[in-house]
């Protein structure tokens, strides 16, 4: 494989890095008390909440959603043999691509704009979660595919599930739009983000030392 080939397949854990370094910024900055069971993530990038840092949690999001889409792109090099196993590997780009435009998004709309924020935050969760599922069955027979990263897509997928179906409940509908809520769903928010990212980053991994 060719360094350019090398150079992609990094980009997974290149954007784990930036994100992580960025929200870690600005939670630095936060001016008062941060709880990650208590406080959303997103609370990081509302400038009235953290006028000093936000604007490192927004670029973070922007950032790492720019670096992840030509990294989800060089997915075509699993070439899996299967017709179905294609099928799917390509849908997983197309998703993958649309979570990126939708990570950049919950950068570009923060918390002050909501209704904007929510809907690309949902674009996030939600094709992530489709991502790791459709992925994982693509490859799962394939030789190259190290099994870590299918049993934590595995955890991945769980703690996605757990926090959809909580948010779904009548009594939590409207958490989202909570800046300050009195249950501790913002951390399942953080755990939902950071199994996700983390299996981004082992995937990259893969890729990396399988030389895919």
Aim: hydrophobic share 55%; proline share 5%; with cysteine.
């Amino acid at each position: 494989m060719n360094y350019k080939g090398v150079y992609l397949n990094l980009l997974g854990l290149i954007a784990f890095a930036f994100f992580s370094v960025f929200t870690l910024t600005s939670l630095a900055l936060y001016p008062t008390t941060y709880t990650p069971l208590y406080d959303w993530l997103s609370n990081l990038g509302n400038i009235f909440l953290n006028p000093n840092g936000a604007i490192f949690f927004n670029l973070g999001c922007i950032i790492s959603g720019l670096i992840l889409i030509p990294f989800i792109i060089n997915f075509h090099r699993w070439n899996p043999t299967r017709r179905y196993q294609k099928i799917l590997v390509y849908s997983v780009i197309v998703l993958g691509i649309y979570a990126c435009i939708s990570l950049i998004g919950v950068g570009l709309f923060p918390e002050t704009n909501i209704k904007m924020h929510i809907i690309a935050a949902s674009g996030v969760f939600g094709t992530l979660f489709l991502m790791i599922i459709l992925l994982s069955i693509a490859l799962k027979e394939h030789p190259q595919f190290m099994r870590k990263v299918l049993y934590w897509g595995v955890i991945a997928i769980l703690t996605d599930l757990i926090f959809v179906i909580l948010l779904r409940l009548p009594q939590y509908h409207d958490a989202l739009a909570d800046f300050n809520p009195t249950i501790p769903l913002p951390g399942l928010e953080w755990a939902s983000v950071y199994t996700s990212l983390i299996w981004i980053a082992l995937l990259s991994f893969n890729m990396y030392q399988k030389r895919i």
